[in-house]
């Protein structure tokens, strides 16, 4: 079944993208979403016409990601944690802890943007991507050390 992205899908393709996919995926999942519309002869019409508010609203998108780009790229961050013995750590650094750090530098991100694959369960200095548009993707370095 050939459908209209409305919005991006990592697996799929981006905005806007006709791509051919199960029936049952495009009828269960992603159409009731509102990720994707059906690809009959009046929504490729519409998408014609849309074409460009797309291509317009991605334009102020990667703009915007750009701006936070220059502001968060290479920014520093320490995080003090409680240790045990041998500096084991209680708990973890998650990506909510992460963005929130951000957020104390007067950076709005949200944690869903923030590329960590499993929370932080070591002491140690990390780096970690922030993903601010499909392009784009700035990394923060995070340093975890005992609280004293």
Sequence with gaps: MQIILRSDVESL???????TVKPGYARNFLIPRGIA???????????DQERKTLQMRDLKE????????SQINGLKLLKAVQVGEEDRM?????SSDI??????????IDRRKIQL??????????????????????IVTIDVVPNV
């Design 99 to 108: 963005a929130e750090l951000i957020k104390e530098r007067g950076y709005e």
């Design 37 to 47: 519309f059906a690809a009959n002869k009046s929504n490729l019409a519409r998408l």
């Design 13 to 19: 393709g981006k905005v806007g993208d006709l791509v």
């Design 117 to 138: 694959d499993e929370p932080i369960k070591h002491l140690g200095e990390y780096n970690i991507g922030v993903k601010l548009h499909r392009d784009i993707t700035a």
């Design 90 to 94: 209680f708990g973890a650094v998650t």
């Design 62 to 69: 990667r703009r915007r990601a750009g701006d936070v780009y």
